[in-house]
């Protein structure tokens, strides 16, 4: 993270370089999922709280979202 910080725009904003991922990877931890499932689908939870995609890009990343649930719960 503090790469990527240092790479962006200056000074950096602390809420999406930091806070914005929090909840997810609290969850991830709480959960138990790896890291390497978290990673491949990390990107659909940010796609439902952007206001500027389209409704078909939310309906994928809902759909990924129902599939990564039922990778977990099979897991468990």
Sequence with gaps: MLARMAD????VD???????ALPLDVARDILA???ELHRV?????RTQAQLDVSLR??????AAIADFTRQIIEAK
């Design 33 to 35: 999922v790896s890291t």
């Design 57 to 62: 890009a939310v309906a994928e990343a809902t």
């Design 41 to 45: 689908y990390r990107h659909c939870f």
């Design 14 to 20: 602390l809420m999406p370089a930091y806070a914005d």
């Design 8 to 11: 962006g725009p200056n000074p």
